[in-house]
């Protein structure tokens, strides 16, 4: 690691070394990042990976902090912070072209000043392009696979870009090569009055407050849905919703989102976790998979 934070000075690449990665996250857990990246331009990302990669340390890439439970034992070796990738371009005929630090809010506020429509079904998710594109958002029956045209990434040494019909999109997971570093997505919207489009954007931020508790310390969805059925249902239907442990508890207004509280620790969120999986698997026989991604060391 020590030859690989000499790499990053003589390259004038920003980090910070033992950053705790709580306040980088929407559910304000998560202990230290060995080494955190902040890079200024999706350059310097790809530069801060292929260093990393060359001496074999592991590399994570941090956009939003949502979706996402760190352990209490941090991250061992390198994070990324995609933050500085922040360009925004309209390129014509509804393509915009977005680079995968830049919050799904300020992609939304930049379609709604253009008149493009597409991606209201998101408004209220605390995201980045790169985190939508590669859990495939969606929700009310939309999905951002629907929009997507390309994708450049940073793979096996070089920057690619791949066509967003040759991906292989599943249910939250947008099927590109493992390991691959999003640098930016072009996205294809369709023309709409603004007025219309703040119309839209109310009313899923509407639903999505009415159903979800907007505004607390979550990760969103803990599970993925089952086929044929909501895990927010069988949770509900077991008891877990408003069931607490230490600092974070089931939301009282939909059991698939748990929420956590000041001084709240990765591990109470985890026990929840194990708790809603063997009860749903007790009493239904269905297998419960985290919808939110679990990295770090215990």
Request: aromatic share 10%; net charge positive.
């Amino acid at each position: 690691m020590q030859a690989l934070l000499r790499a990053y000075r003589e390259h004038g690449l920003p980090f910070f070394e033992g950053v705790t990665l709580a306040p980088y996250t929407t559910l304000r857990v998560g202990g230290p990042a060995r080494c955190l990246v902040t890079p200024k331009d999706y350059q310097q990302a790809c530069l801060a990976v292929d260093l990393a990669f060359k001496v074999g340390v592991p590399v994570f890439f941090l956009g939003g902090g949502s979706n996402l439970l760190v352990r209490d034992g941090g991250m061992p070796g390198v994070v990324v912070d995609l933050k500085g990738l922040n360009q925004l371009r309209y390129l014509g005929k509804g393509l915009v072209e977005a680079e995968a630090g830049v919050s799904l809010g300020a992609l939304l506020r930049f379609c709604h000043q253009k008149g493009l429509s597409g991606l209201e079904f998101l408004a209220g998710v605390p995201a980045t392009v790169g985190g939508i594109v590669r859990m495939n958002a969606g929700a009310f029956g939309y999905e951002v696979k629907d929009l997507l045209q390309e994708v450049t990434v940073w793979h096996g040494g070089q920057v690619e870009t791949l066509r967003a019909p040759d991906l292989k999109f599943v249910y939250r997971c947008w099927g590109g090569p493992s390991g691959a570093l999003i640098l930016k997505a072009l996205f294809l919207f369709r023309p709409l009055p603004p007025e219309d489009i703040e119309e839209r954007l109310r009313y899923f931020l509407g639903r999505r407050r009415d159903r979800q508790p907007v505004g607390e310390a979550t990760a969103g969805c803990i599970f993925k849905n089952p086929e044929g059925i909501a895990a927010g249902f069988l949770l509900d239907k077991i008891g877990l919703k408003g069931f607490t442990h230490g600092r974070a508890h089931f939301s009282r207004k939909h059991a698939n989102f748990i929420v956590t509280k000041k001084g709240a620790k990765a591990e109470d969120v985890l026990f929840l976790i194990d708790k809603a999986k063997e009860e749903v698997m007790r009493a239904f026989g269905i297998e419960l998979r985290e919808e939110v991604v679990v990295v770090g060391e215990a």
